[in-house]
């Protein structure tokens, strides 16, 4: 077997990449959650926190659920999406940064770095969404999904979205340090854009022409259509979502390729 | 085989320009051990980054089918909050060795006993750089890297880790960067000059060493 970074067997670089982003998982794993459980816990309680505080604004407003009967259920369909791009968006701006140090290890590219990060944050969330989604129905407070495979297709688009932001956002940092300022600038609105506490197609229209062109909305959407029987969007575009998608995460890798040369560690 | 094809490299900061590669086109000669010797700047450590693959050249191809080490003793990829268990777990994985053989090696070669199971932060620069060394060579590469450090540690422990590192030549062989001539003469069978009259390759150690140290300033 051959260990080279540059080998004419295919199959071995295979392995090498399937070792080295393993390896990487299990050690972004323990650096992210730490020795306690602790760790694990936080990822669970900020997701929830943010859902119980926007039920009990509203129900101390004595608001109506703006869809179905649970407050809890429309506010958690739209949270953990969000906060699975932001957090997507996020933590890859800052992974080539954080593990510059193991660049030195010549079988660790950056490419490796941020798949790694991607399928913890993946797959972290999922579990998230799997206790709070599961939490809601063992209470009560949610049916179980209407069409479980649109709101796994939803996630998976809406993984793929934030993996798209983080690329070009790691590819911005590495080009001019103050993105990470502007990037937490722009990520702000994304709570009142995307459709979090309240169902888009119900705002006036002149609000969803503009709303329309935020991606993160039609992620949402298209979860809410998943969970919900009769949750039909006017406003969700599949190709429109997948398209951006796709599009950042090509710019994201091309670009990655074009600044590896000119990079200085 | 290592060999580089017009590679180029430039480093680009605050707006000057340094070219230390141009056109540069070398096969390391197999089964021998090659020094790289040139005064200060001249892109040694460069060379050994372009070689490792830690860095990409402008232009050209790098092909490498061996096993290459990183540069020996460098400890600047451990993590910080992770034990030395966890360390040596993380890089025998990347490198697809058996851990617990890496984990026995390290933990006999090292003697760090139980501070192992201790955080890496918690560790002095020494015990880093025998932890780092000790899993340099519990992996067996073809080709070790070494930037100027052959040893690590005090005086007992720099003889035991160059034995060490000794111990493996008939297997593994060298790319080292020194500026003690002794080591250059023990260890290699050839080099490279990177002198500033361009890349220069001799074939004989005492050639090698009579042209360096006989380079102007």
């Known amino acids: 077997m051959q260990f080279a970074i540059i080998s004419p067997d295919t199959r071995a670089l295979a392995g090498l990449q399937t070792r080295v982003v393993a390896a990487l998982i299990l050690r972004e794993t323990r650096a992210t959650f730490g020795t306690s459980h602790i760790g694990y816990l936080w990822a669970i309680i900020t997701p929830v926190a943010s859902i119980a505080l926007l039920a009990a604004v509203f129900s101390v407003a004595g608001r109506h659920p703006p869809f179905g009967s649970s407050l809890s259920l429309f506010f958690a369909t739209g949270i953990i999406v969000l906060q699975l791009v932001t957090r997507l968006g996020n933590s890859l701006m800052t992974a080539i940064e954080a593990n510059r140090a193991l660049l030195s290890y010549p079988p660790i590219k950056r490419i490796d770095v941020l798949l790694a990060r991607s399928i913890l944050i993946v797959l972290t969330f999922l579990l998230i969404a799997a206790i709070i989604y599961g939490a809601l129905i063992a209470l009560g407070l949610a049916d179980l999904p209407a069409r479980p495979e649109h709101l796994l297709a939803a996630y998976a688009a809406a993984s793929l979205l934030g993996i798209g932001i983080g690329m070009i956002n790691a590819l911005l940092l590495t080009l001019w340090d103050s993105w990470r300022r502007i990037e937490a600038i722009i990520t702000k609105p994304l709570f009142f854009i995307s459709g979090v506490f309240y169902v888009p197609d119900y705002m006036p229209p002149q609000f969803i022409e503009w709303l329309r062109w935020n991606p993160v909305l039609h992620a949402i959407e298209w979860t809410r259509q998943g969970y919900y029987a009769n949750y039909d969007s006017m406003v969700l575009d599949k190709a429109y979502l997948l398209s951006i998608a796709t599009i950042l995460i090509f710019i994201g890798l091309a670009g990655e390729r074009l600044s590896r040369r000119s990079d200085r560690s | ?217």
């Open chain 2, 1 to 217: 085989m290592i060999e580089l094809q017009s590679v180029s490299k430039t480093y680009r900061l605050k707006g000057i320009r340094k070219q230390v590669f141009d056109d540069f086109t070398f096969t390391f000669p197999p089964n021998k051990n090659v020094a790289v010797l040139g005064p200060n700047g001249a892109g040694k450590s460069t060379l050994m980054r372009l070689i490792s693959g830690a860095e990409a050249p402008d232009r050209g191809r790098i092909i490498r089918c061996a096993k290459l080490s990183w540069p020996l003793g460098f400890s600047g990829g451990f993590n910080g909050s992770m034990t030395g268990i966890e360390n040596i777990r993380f890089v025998s994985r990347i490198y697809g060795a058996d851990s617990d053989q890496v984990i026995d090696f390290v933990a006999d070669f090292a003697e760090l006993g139980k501070s192992l199971h201790l955080p890496i932060k918690t560790y002095s620069t020494g015990m880093r750089a025998r932890l780092a060394f000790g899993i340099s060579l519990a992996i067996d590469f073809d080709y070790y890297l070494v930037d100027e450090v052959i040893g690590v540690g005090d005086a007992s422990f720099r003889r035991k880790s160059q034995n060490a590192l000794r111990e493996k030549l008939p297997h593994s062989r060298l790319i080292m960067v020194s500026h003690s001539m002794g080591h250059v003469r023990e260890l290699c069978d050839c080099g490279l000059l990177l002198g500033p009259n361009g890349i220069w390759f001799f074939d004989d150690v005492e050639m090698l060493i009579h042209a360096y140290t006989s380079l102007p300033g």
